[in-house]
Each structure stands twice: as C-alpha cells, then as structure tokens.
C-alpha cells in the first residue's frame, strides 16, 4: 500500500475525534457543489460526485447539506463559484507533493500554500515538474479481516480493477477511475465490507523517509491540508508502518 494510502486511512480514523468540524464541512460541501457542477447532480452517474457525496457523510455532514450542496452545483441554489487549481512543490527527502484546491481567489490560495511549503521544509515547484510523478485512479479499501487476498482480487479483476496490494490490516484495489463504482459494487454485492474508496492521485514511485524526515514530511503534509483552500494533498512517500502510528 502506498505511504499516502496509509496515512489518509490512519487519519480518516483519528479525524473522528480531533478534526475542526465547520472547516471539515466546509471542505467536503465544496467538494460536492464543484463536483456537481462539473459532472451533474447525479450520483449513479457522477464518479466524482459520489466520492465527494461519500467523504461528506463519513465526515458526519448533514444530508440536508449535502442536498444543497448538490443544488448550488446544478444551479438550483445560487452557489460560489470556485476554481480548481493545483500547485506542485517538494517537501523533506525530496517527497513529490500534489496540491489540489478550490478556491474563489488564487492570489490568497497561492500565497497560503507558498508559506505553508516555506515554513514546513519544502519547497514550491513549477506547474508539471511533479505533476507527471501520479496517474489518476480509484482506490477501495478493504479490512484485511473481511475477505482473503484471493476472493477480493478475484472479484475485483472481474469488475475491473488493475491492482491489489496488502498491508497487515487492509487490502488497497487500486482500479482505472471509471472502474472504481463497479468494482465498488461487486466487492460490497459479495458481502465484502468496505472501509472507504476514493478517486486519487497515486505515485507512480515512492521515497522512503524513517525518523526526523518522516516527522518532517508529515508536519508539512498537515499543515497544507489545513488551509481552507486545499481539498487533497498526495505525496510519494513511503514511511514504515510502525513510524507511521507512532507520528500519528
């Protein structure tokens, strides 16, 4: 499983108890009114909105927010209107990072993320010199105590999916973005628990970090996910699992 695979599961969890939750909301509604916008209010029929729909109730937001949320992106409400943008850069050990935002002005988004890499280590980077280092896929996470290895590849190749990767306590299906709903479905219609799935960005290599570096590495990562402006941050590490819980 990747580094960051590991870390978003390991704070998807921790979130629960600790996470600012009107700036939590805030992000995930805006995930949703964009991915409506650009892709229609359907969920059967808007990957992207799905997963934004899904983040939003694992965050605990109100289905009534979200059905709002849904509505300012099709134009029902009057909405904000953001714009997607990334910004690209490297952290500690040479880490590739991957900044997605929305915003509704890039001056202040640009400035928060500069100071966020300037202040953690990092440094930012030109558009593309990155970029080339993810390919988009879908990701379904599964406990390991669920299913064995073997039923969910099987299931999962069926529906589509190019790859499975095990952890100690999870199995990552990494699938095409257009296969992350069907290999969804055929894993949960089999009695398969689900723990979370995602469209992401994964790296196509990884830097292995330990001790001081990895400390580094994930402070920086934290503090740019904490800007307002910025939705996700993929990075191309690789940090031992057990350094990882312990950081956490």
Not at 118 to 145: H, I, L, Q, R
Request: with cysteine.
């Amino acid at each position: 499983m990747s580094g960051h695979s590991k870390w978003s599961t390991i704070k998807r969890k921790k979130g629960a108890a600790d996470a600012q939750r009107s700036k939590l909301w805030g992000k995930m509604l805006r995930f949703v009114e964009v991915a409506a916008r650009e892709g229609g209010g359907s969920v059967d029929g808007n990957p992207t909105l799905a997963t934004a729909v899904q983040k939003a109730k694992e965050a605990s937001v109100p289905n009534d927010n979200i059905q709002r949320a849904i509505k300012r992106g099709t134009g029902e409400l009057q909405g904000e209107a953001y714009a997607e943008v990334n910004y690209e850069g490297y952290g500690p050990g040479g880490v590739a990072l991957l900044v997605q935002c929305l915003t509704n002005n890039r001056n202040r988004a640009a400035q928060d993320i500069r100071g966020a890499f300037n202040g953690g280590g990092g440094k930012m980077a030109e558009p593309g010199a990155v970029a080339w280092m993810f390919e988009a896929k879908g990701v379904v996470m599964v406990p390991s105590m669920a299913s064995s290895e073997d039923e969910v590849f099987l299931i999962a190749a069926d529906a589509g999916a190019e790859d499975v990767r095990v952890s100690d306590t999870t199995i990552e299906v990494v699938t095409p973005p257009e296969a992350l709903r069907p290999v969804r479905i055929a894993l949960e219609g089999a009695g398969i628990a689900i723990e979370s799935y995602d469209l992401t960005q994964v790296p196509k290599t990884t830097v292995e970090l330990d001790g001081s570096e990895a400390k580094r590495l994930l402070h920086l990562v934290e503090s740019l996910e904490d800007l307002d402006d910025v939705q996700e941050v993929y990075a191309n590490f690789d940090i031992p699992d057990e350094v990882m819980v312990t950081l956490a």
